[in-house]
């Protein structure tokens, strides 16, 4: 397969390759490049949400609904709040 590199830097990936790899418009790809040359082109890989785990500190407590409710309407107050103040 062949393509042509613009005046912009930018090239098209042939409909063969997009397709055998299941790519769409949108997706990313990570750009390699070898001692030798060689220009490598791969899917970034994802991490599992699993990953998350231990991101954050563990609270002192579990909270309740109703506490996380108040927390919530008293945050979105204050937010309104200064939003009217600022127009």
């Known amino acids: 397969m062949h393509t042509t590199l613009t005046s912009k830097g930018?090239?098209?990936?042939?409909?063969?390759a997009r397709t055998q790899l299941g790519l769409h418009a949108g997706d990313q790809l990570l750009v390699s490049v070898l001692d030798d040359d060689t220009i490598v082109l791969r899917r970034p890989q994802r991490a599992p949400?699993?990953?998350?785990?231990?991101?954050?500190?563990?609270?002192?407590r579990a909270l309740?609904?109703?506490?996380?409710?108040?927390?919530i309407a008293s945050h979105l107050a204050r937010k309104?709040?200064?939003?009217?103040?600022?127009?």
């Open 64 to 71: 309740s609904v109703q506490e996380m409710d108040a927390g």
């Open 80 to 87: 309104h709040r200064s939003t009217a103040k600022s127009k």
């Open 10 to 16: 930018q090239m098209t990936l042939p409909l063969a």
């Open 49 to 60: 949400v699993s990953a998350l785990r231990g991101l954050l500190p563990q609270p002192a």
